[in-house]
């Protein structure tokens, strides 16, 4: 595991339960520039031991936007419901509805 793959779930394992961030949020927080789609490939590749709320991360606009063929937005939803996340169904995208985003 990299140095910066460790620091980016370093990140992601401080967001509280019920909240969210997205993936260029935790980019910056890492020191990255630009670097959401590097955090996006860390969570992808987060090794299944790790116990990090990978599920937390989200895109900037507010739906979930996982590329991930071991995991489905349908996965994500249901652990974020299971924090008190509300979603509004739109398009065939999951929206959160009043989310509370982490702030680095």
Same mark, same amino acid.
């Given at each position: 595991? $990299?140095?910066?793959?460790?620091?980016?779930? $370093?990140?992601? #394992? /401080?967001? *509280? $339960?019920? +909240?969210?961030? $997205?993936?260029?949020?935790? #980019? /910056? #927080?890492? @020191?990255?520039?630009?670097?959401?789609?590097?955090? @996006?490939?860390?969570?992808?590749?987060? *090794?299944?031991?790790?116990?990090?709320?990978?599920?937390?991360? +989200?895109? #900037?606009? @507010?739906?979930?936007?996982?590329?991930? *063929?071991?995991?489905?937005?349908?996965?994500?939803?249901?652990?974020?419901?299971?924090? @008190?996340? /509300?979603?509004?169904?739109?398009?065939?995208?999951?929206?959160?509805?009043? *989310?509370?985003?982490?702030?680095?």
């Amino acid at each position: 595991m $990299s140095e910066l793959y460790t620091k980016i779930y $370093s990140i992601v #394992a /401080k967001i *509280p $339960s019920g +909240i969210v961030a $997205s993936y260029g949020d935790v #980019a /910056k #927080a890492a @020191g990255l520039q630009n670097g959401a789609r590097v955090v @996006g490939w860390a969570l992808r590749r987060l *090794p299944a031991e790790v116990e990090i709320p990978w599920w937390r991360v +989200i895109n #900037a606009k @507010g739906y979930i936007s996982i590329v991930n *063929p071991s995991v489905t937005p349908t996965q994500q939803k249901i652990l974020l419901e299971k924090e @008190g996340v /509300k979603f509004i169904v739109k398009e065939d995208l999951f929206y959160l509805q009043n *989310p509370k985003w982490n702030k680095f």
